[in-house]
């Protein structure tokens, strides 16, 4: 069956510190996959996608940045975090017309 | 870039009203969905439309799919407490898949 793994669920960093939030697909080859952030009661807000291995587009500049070594495991990474980069963020896999959802990450940045 | 701008951002209706939510955009997108968020969790899907023009009913929900693919509404009739929730758009268009600024609805008993 096909599913989506994002972790950790929860997290709380300082300012300054990196970041690395890791995304793994299973039971899909090749798929194209999503980073998104969202405030509290807004939409999402697309972050980066990737359609392969080692192809990443940036949708936001910003202090993040999404890399892809394998074909189904998507990563997103900060060098320093800032107060701003607080959220709640969400990795996603679409197939055809439909989206599959990780469990989210909330990140807390103190 | 928000490519699908929703309206509106916040709606607070009484037990039993009607209610409709907009989705707009400029480009044109091969599919639309519609989806319910709780806090905390990821959005769940309620519809997909990828015909121009199309109308979906889902009990109380009617989605339709602007003629020109570009644009989506949410009709909610006799909205009930259980239908408070953001509720989401999001389309397709090439590899890109976007969602929609939110909104976010409260129904009170």
């Known amino acids: 069956s096909q599913t989506i793994h994002q972790w950790p669920a929860t997290l709380v960093q300082p300012v300054g510190s990196p970041l690395s939030l890791e995304c793994t697909v299973e039971?899909?080859?090749?798929?194209?996959l999503y980073w998104y952030r969202q405030a509290a009661g807004r939409g999402l807000q697309l972050l980066f996608y990737?359609?392969?291995?080692?192809?990443i587009s940036s949708e936001v500049p910003q202090n993040l940045s999404a890399s892809r070594p394998q074909d189904r495991q998507f990563i997103l990474s900060s060098k320093k975090l800032l107060l701003s980069d607080s959220g709640f963020y969400l990795c996603?896999?679409?197939?055809?017309?439909?989206?599959?959802f990780g469990q989210g990450t909330r990140l807390t940045v103190v | 870039t928000q490519l699908l701008e929703q309206s509106p951002q916040f709606l607070s209706i009484q037990e039993g009203e009607n209610l409709t939510v907009y989705c707009n955009s400029s480009?044109?997108?091969?599919?639309l969905q519609w989806y319910r968020q709780e806090p905390g969790e990821g959005p769940v899907l309620l519809v997909t439309?990828?015909?121009?023009?199309e109308v979906k009913k889902l009990k109380r929900l009617t989605f339709q799919f602007g003629d020109a693919r570009k644009d989506s509404s949410l009709h909610i009739t006799a909205a009930q407490p259980g239908d408070t929730g953001l509720y989401l758009c999001?389309?397709?268009?090439?590899?890109?898949?976007?969602f929609g600024t939110g909104t976010s609805l409260t129904v009170i008993p």
């Open positions: 999001a389309g397709a268009t090439g590899n890109q898949f976007y």
């Open positions: 439309v990828v015909t121009g023009g």
């Open positions: 990737s359609v392969g291995i080692g192809q």
């Open positions: 480009s044109v997108f091969s599919s």
């Open positions: 996603v896999w679409t197939a055809n017309t439909e989206a599959f």
């Open positions: 039971g899909t080859s090749n798929p194209n």
